[in-house]
């Protein structure tokens, strides 16, 4: 299981009433991602735009390569 420290956790209704503050704290790099707790456990993962991608095109070169 992944470990992800307290202050990259947040419920649910704390991102409802805060999301530009967190989207600013990914932008700024001074979170690398925030895990989206809900119902007690880890539902999602906000995390930059740019390691979204980095990740996309890794996940489709590995597909290119299995087929």
């Not at 299981?1 to 932008?27: G, K, P």
């Amino acid at each position: 299981m992944q470990c992800y420290t307290r202050e990259e956790l947040v419920s649910i209704q704390e991102i409802a009433n805060s999301l530009d503050h967190y989207l600013d704290r990914l932008t700024d790099h001074t979170l690398q991602r925030v895990v989206i707790i809900s119902d007690d456990k880890p539902q999602a993962v906000l995390i930059p735009i740019e390691e979204y991608e980095i990740l996309k095109n890794f996940r489709e070169k590995i597909s290119e390569e299995i087929l």
